[in-house]
């Protein structure tokens, strides 16, 4: 059998010769795996390279770059085996599409995966197209900027505002929406230069576009139109000029002014918010009734109307005195006086201390003495600031149109003032003298109602007790509405005359009634109907005997 075996050595390759054959049949039949690189985003004009290698295959091998619908592009081989297959390629706008590999060796294929290439415009002619336009808008209007280029794809855009870039966060009312940017709501703090940036990005390198700067105009609507008028003398005539203005808005506008409802003139106001009208006037006529009317693109308003009569200074003048007083003080630290006119539309006026001339008519003091007062309300009102020996004496004011310097005057009486107490008025005497009248009715009675009762222990207290109460609540009555009209020290002071109207002559008693009007009780309403609790701790109900 061993020498059978040895004439027999090839008999154990022959396995290993069969197992060889069929790894290269399998091998031969497989598919490739070929695998694709290249760009997905590439700036139009550039250049790009995809690659494509299959390590899994024998050379040579044959590669194809093909396109959406197997349209070839390129070709290439490699014959020395893992070595890929460079394609270059110049992007033009039919370059974005879908790109795939094709391997071929050994009678095998492969198809790689795809890459999607998009073909990226930079921008260019870019500009700001505003709505509304021209780019002027009203205050609360809306506002839409739109930044369009002419070329381009793929791209961001960035917004400026007065050459500083607008984020989300500057303003609630500004919002971005694709190449737009929206203004809400506008006011004046909108307004200024705006310009736009677009841009894209491929890897890291960006190209961008800029467009030159746009102004928003935010304009102020017009307010309501006012309307006054003066009136100045030329020679023997007079003439008249009617002032129309309003208070905001943005210029131009237009104003018309408007006699009777007919047009008398119209101006357009390009410096200011006045317009000035020239008109006929007569001191003592009525000319007629005046309107103002305002107009811009979008409002047309009309004033008030006022009637254009000139009544000359006449009547009385009179000056009316008020003092005032501190909280904490019976004598007058001020006083205002007004000089009262019975009619005149344009009165001028002036004042005079002890018969010198207090203003002059250039606005400069005359009265070195006199340095505390202000004149107020076109000089109507005379404030003394300050109430001493060097502010009494007599004052007065005079008037006279103010149109006619040659004119001649009106004046009020003299009235003195000066530095002094707190003085009762007619009515105060009226009802303090009432009061002691009232609280001597009552004493009389009580006096009387007590002698009936006298033979009564104890009555007399009680009656002459009773009375006392009645005085002191009519008096708390009576002093509460003396306190609206004048200071506490009148309240004293009319307890003191009642008092004395009681008692004309000093005593005890009339000391012990002055005290208890005076007492304060704590935790007692003024309208209590009882009076103040009476003591008699140093005193002997026989003392207290009618």
């Known amino acids: 059998m061993h020498s059978t075996a040895m004439k027999n050595p090839h008999s154990y390759l022959l396995p290993i010769l069969a197992l060889a054959s069929l790894v290269v049949k399998i091998r031969g039949s497989a598919s490739l795996h070929p695998v694709l690189t290249g760009p997905e985003l590439a700036y139009l004009g550039s250049r790009v390279a995809f690659r ?36 270059p390629l110049k ?102 230069n705006y310009y ?58 237009n104003f018309t002014l408007l006699l009777d409802d007919r047009e008398e003139g119209s101006v357009t106001a390009t410096e200011s918010l006045f317009a000035w009208f020239p008109v006929a006037l007569v001191p003592g006529m009525d000319m007629g009734v005046a309107r103002c009317q305002v107009k811009t693109d979008v409002q047309e308003l009309m004033s008030e ?50 018969d010198t001339l207090l203003l002059s008519h250039e606005g ?55 530095v002094s107490e707190v003085f009762m008025t007619p009515l105060e005497v009226i009802t303090v003298t009432f009061c002691c009248f009232l609280l001597l009715m009552l004493i009389v009675g009580a006096a009387f109602t007590s002698k009936i009762f006298h033979n009564e222990q104890g009555v007399c207290l009680r009656v002459r007790e009773k009375s006392i109460n009645y005085i002191y609540t009519l008096n708390a009555h009576i002093s509460t509405f003396l306190s609206q009209l004048r200071p506490a020290f009148l309240h004293h002071m009319l307890v003191l005359m009642c008092s004395q109207c009681l008692h004309p002559h000093p005593s005890q008693e009339s000391d012990r009634m002055t005290a208890m009007m005076f007492r304060i009780r704590p935790q007692r309403s003024q309208f209590d109907s009882e009076g103040p609790a009476l003591h008699h701790s140093n005193v002997s109900p026989r003392s207290e005997m009618c």
């Open 52 to 87: 494509c290698i299959a390590s899994d295959s024998l050379p040579p091998v044959t590669y194809e770059l093909l396109r959406d619908g197997g349209v070839l592009i390129s070709t290439g081989t490699d014959d020395q085996g893992d070595t890929p297959a460079l394609f």
């Open 196 to 253: 736009c940036m677009a841009w894209s990005q491929v890897h890291d390198t960006e190209r961008f576009s800029s467009s030159s700067e746009v102004l928003l105009t935010v304009k102020v609507y017009v307010s309501k139109p006012r309307i006054s008028f003066s009136i100045f003398k030329e020679g023997d005539s007079y003439r008249g000029n009617v002032t129309c203005w309003s208070t905001r808005g943005s210029l131009p506008v």
């Open 91 to 192: 992007v033009n706008a039919a370059s974005e599409g879908s790109y795939h590999c094709r391997a071929t060796a050994g009678g095998r294929t492969g198809v790689s995966k795809s890459i999607q290439l998009s073909v990226v415009t930079p921008a260019s002619n870019t500009r700001i197209i505003p709505k509304p336009f021209p780019p002027v808008a009203y205050e609360g209007s809306y506002v839409v900027l739109s930044c369009n280029v002419t070329k381009g794809s793929h791209l961001h855009y960035t917004w400026f505002f007065n050459r500083k870039e607008l984020t989300h966060s500057d303003s609630p009312f500004t919002h971005f929406a694709g190449n737009e940017l929206v203004l809400e709501n506008v006011t004046l703090e909108h307004a200024g």
């Open 364 to 418: 400069t003091q005359t009265q070195p003495n006199l340095s505390n007062y202000v004149l107020v309300s076109k000089s109507q009102t005379l404030l003394l600031a300050k109430l001493g020996p060097e502010e009494s004496g007599y004052y007065r004011c005079r008037v006279r149109n103010s149109y006619d310097d040659s004119g001649p005057w009106v004046e009020s009486a003299a009235v003195l003032v000066r």
């Open 305 to 354: 109307p006022v009637t254009l009569e000139v009544v000359p200074v006449g009547g009385e003048v009179r000056v009316e005195v008020e003092y005032l007083y501190r909280f904490d003080s019976q004598l007058a630290v001020a006083a205002t006086l007004n000089c009262e006119i019975s009619r005149g539309t344009f009165p001028h006026i002036s004042w005079l201390f002890n």
